[in-house]
């Protein structure tokens, strides 16, 4: 079935520090690829999406490469910032939507 | 634009006993989602509805939970009766089809079973 796996964490920086968070996926067909965030007390948002194969998503300094060669969807920023501390969700999408298990991140000043 | 709205934003009950819960999706989303957020874990898909006819809810726990969408429009989730397990988030989405585009989520509510 359609599934992503994500790096587990917790994960702490410190601020102005390089993130990657992994993500691969499995999936029959060809998926949309996304990223939400959920920051402390509030709802899930997009943070970015990526709908073929090599479309980079990017937003608020993220970015992520759909790499179908590799079923990977790795998240990235190259300085992260105190206000980034969230749970990151990858998700894809064929018709439903399926999310890994979250991954939290920490950035201490 | 306004969001995807649900109520209530919190809930407590004791075990064994029913509770719903009531989500207005984004006017016009013909697709809306139903996912259980259990603390420390991803979004896990319940049910999904296309219009008023169920897609998917090949992970809805048939024997206590029940959704419907009669109209089209708003939906409503019900548990009867409610486990200590079933204490989670639980998250209403919409889209405009069934497709590959983002789900617009509402803000929950979160359930404790006592």
């Known amino acids: 079935g359609n599934s992503v796996t994500q790096m587990e964490g917790p994960v702490t920086l410190s601020e102005e520090a390089f993130l990657t968070i992994n993500c691969t996926y499995t999936?029959?067909?060809?998926?949309?690829l996304f990223w939400y965030v959920q920051y402390p007390g509030e709802g899930l948002q997009l943070l970015l999406k990526?709908?073929?194969?090599?479309d980079k998503g990017s937003n608020k300094g993220f970015e992520a490469t759909y790499r179908k060669e590799t079923t990977s969807f790795h998240l990235e920023k190259g300085s992260v910032q105190v206000s980034d501390s969230a749970v990151y969700f990858c998700?894809?999408?064929?018709?439903?939507?399926?999310f890994g298990a979250g991954t939290r991140l920490t950035v201490k000043p | 634009e306004a969001g995807v709205a649900q109520s209530p934003r919190y809930k407590i009950i004791e075990k064994r006993q029913s509770v719903a819960f009531w989500c207005n999706p984004i006017?016009?989303?013909?697709?809306l989602y139903w996912y259980q957020q259990i603390l420390g874990q991803g979004p896990k898909l319940l049910i999904q509805?296309?219009?008023?006819?169920?897609?998917?809810d090949s992970q809805l726990p048939k024997d206590r939970f029940s959704a419907e969408r009669l109209k089209g429009v708003d939906s409503t989730l019900k548990i009867q009766p409610a486990k200590l397990e079933d204490s989670a988030v639980y998250l209403c989405?919409?889209?405009?089809?069934?497709?590959?585009?983002?789900?617009?989520f509402g803000s929950g509510t979160q359930l404790s079973v006592l």
């Open positions: 989405a919409s889209s405009p089809e069934r497709g590959r585009e983002k789900l617009f």
């Open positions: 999936a029959t067909g060809y998926p949309s």
């Open positions: 990526a709908t073929k194969a090599d």
């Open positions: 998700a894809l999408r064929i018709g439903d939507m399926r």
């Open positions: 006017s016009g989303h013909a697709t």
């Open positions: 509805f296309q219009n008023n006819g169920v897609v998917d």
